[in-house]
């Protein structure tokens, strides 16, 4: 079996493959300063809870947005799997001509999106990413990747607002109750649903004007499910395991 980890700055993402279908999959909180130990102990741990071991792990493939992390899963699959894990950079054939100005600059969770994007929903295509910052990758009709558009997130927006605004509570993510807010926690929800979904209505708009009109958008993202219900008729498709689509196919197109 594969094992296929998204390691975003504020959540990772872990998913279990029998071939070609997606076993297991979870979600959990990213961890900066675990040593490869304890990131065995973690995928142990979560692994027990669907009556599954290290041991049935064939081969492991890795997307960190978090440098020192990336290092670290690479030595905890040499000393508890005893194999060498793909991990997604420089090097690793993905199939994506990368169109940038600096290849190296591009997140590997971004080229996976591109990846999957392209081979489930064909192109030109959008992947509006909804993690720490939110993420816009465009993707031709060839499958090349011509770049993108990155903003602040709405974790980073919520604590932005409670670290400068003396008067306004730390909220948590929810939706909100209606448009106009009745209370400080009800104004600063609706700000958040529904400025961010206009920001993408806006963005995406954009985007398809240079894309053509037939152009794709797919949402990602831990977050999405936050905003994307208030967005109008702009996102085609929602995929919240749209990455470890990318990284099993990246896998794929690694094996000899």
Excluded at 53 to 76: F, K, N, R
Excluded at 222 to 232: D, E, K, M
Aim: charged share 20%; proline share 4%.
């Amino acid at each position: 079996m594969l094992l296929a980890l998204d390691v975003g700055n504020t959540q990772t993402v872990v998913g279990l493959y029998d071939g070609e279908a997606l076993r297991e999959h979870w979600r959990t909180t990213t961890v900066r300063t675990h040593t490869g130990d304890e990131l065995a102990l973690m995928l142990v741990g979560l692994l027990e809870l669907r009556r599954q071991t290290l041991a049935a792990i064939d081969a492991m493939v890795v997307a960190s947005s978090v440098p020192q992390l990336a290092v670290e899963y690479a030595a905890m699959s040499r000393e508890h799997l005893g194999r060498e894990a793909l991990v997604v950079g420089p090097g690793v054939r993905t199939g994506v001509a990368l169109r940038v100005d600096n290849p190296l600059e591009v997140g590997p969770d971004r080229v996976a999106n591109s990846v999957a994007a392209h081979a489930l929903y064909g192109g030109p295509c959008i992947v509006v990413d909804f993690g720490t910052a939110i993420t816009y990758d465009c993707v031709s009709a060839a499958g090349e990747y011509l770049g993108g558009i990155i903003s602040p997130g709405a974790e980073i927006s919520i604590d932005a607002l409670y670290e400068r605004a003396a008067k306004l509570p730390k909220v948590e993510l929810a939706e909100p109750r209606s448009l106009i807010g009745k209370s400080t926690v009800d104004a600063i929800r609706s700000g958040i649903a529904y400025g961010f979904a206009g920001q993408v209505e806006g963005i995406v708009t954009r985007l398809r004007g240079e894309l053509g009109d037939g152009t794709k958008a797919i949402a990602t993202g831990g977050l999405a499910q936050v905003v994307v219900p208030f967005i109008r008729e702009t996102i085609d498709e929602v995929d919240d395991l749209l990455t470890l689509v990318g990284l099993r196919l990246i896998w794929r197109r690694n094996q000899s």
